[in-house]
């Protein structure tokens, strides 16, 4: 069974870092796309970033408009692990952040292209 565990949300202020973690057990994560999305109250679950094995060691990164350049997807495969260091939050990235596996396309950017899904960790920007 492939479990996902979110960490490393939290409440900061405007223009302050957070680097969220997702340690994928009961799957190894090298050949699939790890992802991370967003959900605010009261909206839809949203791409943020996804990591897509293009095939042998090549990854490619894709990120959402409005968090391209602040926002960094990464792994460490020797640790099943993904993450998401985010730089210069505002208030507008407050939202359940959750991680996701699965065998996608490029440039994935729908909930339906993943099949397993963490938990989620909150993040709350203040102004």
């Known amino acids: 069974q492939v479990r996902l565990v979110e960490s490393g949300g939290g409440l900061v202020q405007a223009g302050d870092s957070l680097r969220l973690a997702c340690v994928v057990s009961?799957?190894?994560?090298?050949?699939?796309?790890v992802a991370w999305f967003r959900q605010a109250p009261g909206k839809e679950r949203d791409f943020v970033s996804s990591?897509?094995?293009?095939?042998?060691?090549?990854?490619?990164?894709y990120y959402e408009d409005s968090v391209k350049g602040r926002f960094t997807i990464s792994r460490d495969n020797d640790r099943n692990t993904v993450y998401l260091q985010m730089n210069s939050l505002k208030p507008e990235d407050t939202a359940t952040y959750y991680c996701?596996?699965?065998?996608?396309?490029?440039?994935?950017?729908?909930?339906?292209?993943?099949?397993?899904w963490g938990q989620g960790t909150q993040v709350t920007v203040s102004s």
């Open positions: 009961g799957r190894a994560i090298a050949t699939y796309t």
């Open positions: 996701a596996t699965g065998r996608t396309s490029e440039d994935a950017r729908s909930t339906t292209d993943y099949e397993d």
């Open positions: 990591h897509h094995w293009r095939g042998a060691r090549t990854y490619y990164k």
